[in-house]
């Protein structure tokens, strides 16, 4: 997921909105947001015009404390030696293409052997954002978009269960938020396709905790708590 950050919600809404077209996962939030909402469930951070920020370096400095792990980069139209390296990790133009931006994030997480954002993967489920569809073990799922994005979040977040509420919140755009009693509709369309073709459900629900994915690993935990 990607966490992105403007002073102005509205505009880091639009970009989020965005990246939610081209299947990529992120969550808009003012700065003050941001602080107490960065977690490990984010691969990387978009802060846009940090120009505008009172103290952009103590900013990120504050963001990395969390996780230094997770790269900061910055969109700007500002002089490139305002914010070196040793501030973000990278700095993009505002009239960057926003596929390209992505593209560009996942080249530095692939070099650093980092969590690649827009790469959807675990026990043999692909939901990748450049994969025509959801497969498994290379046979194809048909999963809806909204569905898509769903399976992203719980992949992102697994193997900590996930509410309906967190479901709401990560994978659908604000102004098409469901009911929370839909989450359970749509678990169990694709606990149906996934059984139709594995066997199995795609998902537990493991009560008091939320969603999962049911991997062996998850099984085996269940199994041995009981």
Do not use: W
Not at 24 to 45: F, H, N, Q, R
Not at 125 to 138: G, H, K, L, P, Q
Not at 167 to 185: A, D, G, L, M, N
């Amino acid at each position: 997921m990607v966490l992105i950050i403007d002073s102005m919600k509205r505009k880091a809404q639009a970009i989020s909105d965005i990246f939610y077209y081209m299947g990529v996962l992120s969550y808009a939030a003012t700065p003050s947001e941001a602080l107490s909402e960065i977690s490990g469930l984010y691969s990387a951070v978009l802060v846009l015009n940090p120009e505008n920020l009172p103290d952009a370096e103590n900013f990120v400095e504050r963001l990395r404390s969390y996780d230094a792990r997770i790269p900061i980069f910055a969109i700007t139209d500002a002089s490139p030696e305002l914010y070196p390296e040793s501030i973000f990790n990278g700095s993009y133009p505002d009239s960057i293409y926003s596929s390209t931006l992505v593209e560009e994030i996942v080249k530095y997480q692939i070099r650093r052997n980092l969590p690649l954002t827009a790469h959807y993967r675990l026990a043999g489920i692909d939901a990748s954002c450049d994969m025509e569809r959801v497969t498994v073990f290379d046979e194809s799922i048909g999963f809806t978009k909204t569905e898509t994005m769903i399976l992203r979040y719980l992949i992102s977040s697994y193997p900590i269960p996930q509410s309906a509420k967190e479901i709401i919140k990560y994978s659908f755009k604000p102004s098409r938020k469901p009911e929370i009693t839909s989450i359970r509709t749509h678990v169990s369309v694709m606990n149906r396709k996934f059984r139709e073709i594995r066997g199995k459900n795609l998902f537990l629900n493991i009560q008091g905790k939320g969603y999962v994915v049911s991997t062996p690993e998850i099984l085996k935990s269940l199994s041995e708590a009981n």
